[in-house]
């Protein structure tokens, strides 16, 4: 539904062009679609990354919007080289006043810096090595998109076009200027509009993961359980904002993370956080939550992907209408997190089994084992899966070939970019 709208909006805005333009000729044609389309796909990604709230269910989660958002970046790609290497043809239209040509300018340096950047983020491995841009070093130099969208707002705006001010084009344009730079202006401020401060109480370093618990000071976020944050801790080193799912939410507004050291920023944590340490948290997003699922669930959580399991768990009172079997995938018994909650809501619960699945032990998880393992049939179930992406394809593949296909795949992405 949400890239429906969004490609229907671009391809409106190319549409447009062709009557304002048709008194010129085919290149500039294409040229000034290509430029129309580009800059409404620009201000729609700076919309998405205000991360209105609406926009969430349209796409189906927050890390759904990202990934659409990158899909945007690669069009505005192509779509900006058309226009550079399409030369318009303006009809003897000269760029006589210093705002054409401040316009004209603006348009190619923002056309370099923009090549460069959507580059830059396009690319997360070099090719031919194995060598990652480093997160932070991307999310540094995304955020100059932002300000290379209002060079391109003005190039737009004040260049000479062989069509009217006032022609649909022009006013749909401009309508897309002013939702671009709105949205990058409101995204600058999000952190100190959206978040809430919180005081650390508690940090267990598990083999499994870092389990930070804080309160909140003054007002709570509001999460629903299975939702995620951005955590970012008032401290050097730790200031990035990251996003963890809150694994336990308490009445009282206390939030749990359980955090695997996998990074530079994960690591840091582990080592640095304390007791008594400030938390700027953002959220609730995602709409990762059984509520809106089937009445028959396997959940399937393969290590650190196990924390939305924990927080829904958690919330379970036995009267949902919904049958689970949970699957706790782990290397090695150690590595468990939870399995006090999980166990104790296995043994109140009438709808709800656990397994842990040791693989040090049990061998590797696949498809003819989980399916033997559960208590629900998965050809007649939802997989709600949270886990590393080979995992899931794995048994979800493996349960085609047994004819036992879940009606329907819910996953967690643990990745934006
Ligand atoms: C919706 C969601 C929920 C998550 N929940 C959990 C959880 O409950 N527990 C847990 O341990 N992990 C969770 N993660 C993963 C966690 O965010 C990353 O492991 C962590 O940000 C890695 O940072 P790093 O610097 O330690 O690792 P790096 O090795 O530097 O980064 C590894 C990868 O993590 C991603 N990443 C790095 N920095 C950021 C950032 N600032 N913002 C967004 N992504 C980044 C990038 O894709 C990068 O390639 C979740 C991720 C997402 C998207």
């Known amino acids: 539904m949400g890239a429906f709208l969004v490609w229907s909006l671009v391809v409106f805005a190319g549409l447009l062009a062709v009557p304002a333009v048709s008194h010129t000729n085919a290149t500039t044609t294409f040229s000034l679609m290509a430029s129309s389309m580009a800059f409404v796909c620009m201000a729609i990604a700076q919309f998405m990354a205000a991360r209105p709230p609406f926009i969430e269910p349209l796409f189906g989660g927050l890390d759904r919007v990202y990934h659409f958002h990158r899909k945007i970046g690669i069009s505005v790609l192509g779509l900006i080289l058309v226009h550079y290497f399409l030369t318009p043809d303006f009809k003897g239209l000269s760029l006589t006043s210093g705002l054409n040509q401040l316009a004209a300018s603006a348009g190619k340096y923002a056309f370099y810096g923009l090549s460069a950047l959507l580059v830059l983020s ?163 997003y995602g709409q990762f939550n059984h509520r809106r699922g089937a009445k028959k669930q396997i959940w399937l959580a393969g290590g650190i992907g196990v924390t939305p399991f924990l927080a829904m768990a958690r919330h379970l009172r036995g009267d949902e209408g919904q049958d689970i079997h949970m699957v706790y995938c782990v290397r090695d018994r150690n590595e468990a997190i939870g399995l006090e909650t999980f166990e104790a809501q296995a043994a109140k619960l009438g709808n709800f089994s656990f397994v842990l699945h040791d693989s040090a032990k049990d061998g590797r998880l696949d498809a003819a084992k989980l399916a033997a393992g559960s208590a629900i049939d998965p050809g007649d179930a939802d997989l709600w899966f949270c886990g590393p992406p080979p995992l899931r394809e794995a048994i979800v593949k493996g349960l085609k070939e047994l004819g036992k296909k879940p009606r329907r795949v819910e996953f967690e992405q643990f990745q934006f970019r």
């Open 122 to 284: 396009i690319v997360k491995i070099i090719p031919k090595t194995k060598i990652e841009i480093p997160y932070h070093l991307w999310r540094y130099t995304h955020r100059f998109i932002g300000l290379l969208f209002v060079l391109v707002a003005f190039h737009q705006m004040f260049i000479k076009r062989p069509y009217d001010g006032t022609a649909l084009l022009a006013v749909y344009l401009n309508a897309f200027a002013a939702l671009g730079i709105l949205s990058y202006a409101y995204t600058q401020l999000l952190p100190w509009l959206r978040t809430r401060s919180y005081e650390v109480f508690e940090v267990t370093r598990h083999d499994g993961a870092t389990i930070i618990s804080a309160r909140p000071i003054g007002r709570a976020l509001k999460v629903k359980p299975g939702q995620f944050g951005f955590l970012r801790v008032l401290k050097n080193g730790l200031r990035e904002p990251h996003p963890f799912t809150i694994a336990g939410i308490e009445a009282d507004g206390v939030v749990r993370f359980a955090i695997k050291p996998l990074g530079d920023y994960t690591r840091a944590l582990r080592e640095n956080i304390a007791i008594g340490d400030r938390l700027k948290l953002e959220g609730g």
